[in-house]
């Protein structure tokens, strides 16, 4: 869950001097000609299921992610969005027009995507191309539980303020593979990684361009 009170630390910074790049976490990034920055600050083990779809998007748009590496306790190197000051995050979100943030939330019942971010217009767009392939979308208020709408959130930090933020349960994230282990992933994507994959390409042609 995204509550800062359950995050052991306190920024991007603290985190960084506590733990090892290449060891706990890694980043990996690419910038693009594309006005569009993909951002996932919770990948690898931290919310599993985000870096594959992430890196299935790297070869058309900029791309941030960060990802833990540690085989147990991923969760510990979670840092809320509005926290999030990696210099390089920061630089990159502050130089693209537009953010598409990806996160995973708990929930190991419900196949389902919520859509937030403070771009209304492009959040709905998001989710009537997840309806169209045949997944569960809920277009999120401002201000809502989950939205991604707080201004100070790394997401929002773009030229325009712009960004759509997908929250994916548990249970959909587990669904798009065959084992969900942080090794297993890669090599298990299925039918639903791929539908996956093809509606938030849509969605993104759809509202970019």
């Given at each position: 869950m995204k509550h800062r009170l359950t995050d052991q630390y306190a920024s991007f910074t603290e985190l960084s001097k506590n733990k090892q790049k290449g060891i706990d976490y890694t980043v990996f990034s690419r910038v693009s000609e594309s006005g569009l920055l993909v951002m996932a600050?919770?990948?690898?083990?931290?919310?599993?299921?985000?870096?594959?779809?992430?890196?299935?998007?790297?070869?058309?748009?900029?791309?941030y992610l960060l990802e833990g590496l540690k085989r147990s306790g991923n969760k510990e190197l979670h840092v809320t969005s509005a926290?999030?000051?990696?210099?390089?995050?920061v630089q990159m979100a502050e130089r693209h027009h537009y953010i598409l943030a990806l996160h995973g939330y708990e929930e190991p019942s419900l196949c389902r995507t919520l859509v937030g971010g403070t771009d209304h217009k492009r959040a709905r767009i998001f989710a009537e191309a997840l309806h169209n392939h045949g997944f569960s979308a809920e277009l999120l208020a401002a201000g809502a539980h989950l939205s991604g709408t707080n201004p100070a959130s790394i997401n929002n930090r773009c030229k325009t303020g712009l960004s759509v933020q997908l929250?994916?349960?548990?249970?959909?994230?587990?669904?798009?593979?065959?084992?969900?282990?942080?090794?297993?992933?890669?090599?298990?994507?299925?039918?639903?990684?791929?539908?996956?994959?093809?509606?938030?390409?849509?969605?993104?042609?759809?509202?970019?361009?």
């Open positions: 600050p919770h990948g690898g083990g931290i919310e599993p299921g985000i870096s594959e779809i992430v890196r299935c998007l790297a070869s058309d748009f900029s791309v926290h999030f000051d990696d210099p390089l995050a929250e994916i349960s548990t249970a959909q994230r587990k669904a798009m593979f065959g084992r969900f282990s942080l090794k297993g992933r890669e090599a298990s994507k299925n039918e639903v990684f791929f539908r996956y994959i093809a509606a938030i390409k849509e969605g993104i042609e759809n509202a970019y361009r």
